[in-house]
């Protein structure tokens, strides 16, 4: 692997306070496809992140991210919901992380680990 530049990781540093200190969705939108996958989660725990916003965090491919957008109280049920795996051999932190926050919400869960109300 190549050794990062000093003015790459000056660039990189700037965009992990932008990330940290964005204010809305318009200025978190750039993060969306960061190509550095920590900005990205810092992106996700960004208390202003509104619920659109966290949805698209949600299609991030790595789990460290999704787990960022689990974490964010804004984030939404519906996006909640899609995070979680109806595979058992698939599911992982993710599921089980988003099972306890719609747990802690009030959804209610059948033996196959989904929600009872799923269609």
């Not at 318009?26 to 969306?32: A, D, G, S, T």
């Not at 920590?38 to 960004?46: G, H, L, Q, T, Y």
Request: no cysteine; aromatic share 6%.
């Amino acid at each position: 692997m190549v050794k990062k530049s000093i003015e790459q990781k000056a660039a990189e540093e700037l965009r992990y306070i932008a990330a940290s200190g964005a204010a809305n969705a318009v200025e978190l939108e750039p993060f969306v496809t960061d190509p550095n996958q920590s900005i990205r989660a810092v992106a996700a725990m960004n208390p202003d992140a509104d619920a659109e916003i966290l949805d698209r965090f949600a299609n991030d491919k790595f789990w460290g991210v999704r787990m960022e957008v689990v974490r964010n109280a804004n984030v939404s049920q519906a996006t909640l919901r899609r995070l979680l795996e109806p595979d058992t051999r698939k599911r992982g932190v993710v599921h089980h992380a988003a099972r306890a926050k719609l747990e802690a919400r009030g959804v209610a869960f059948g033996v196959d680990g989904m929600p009872e109300d799923a269609v």
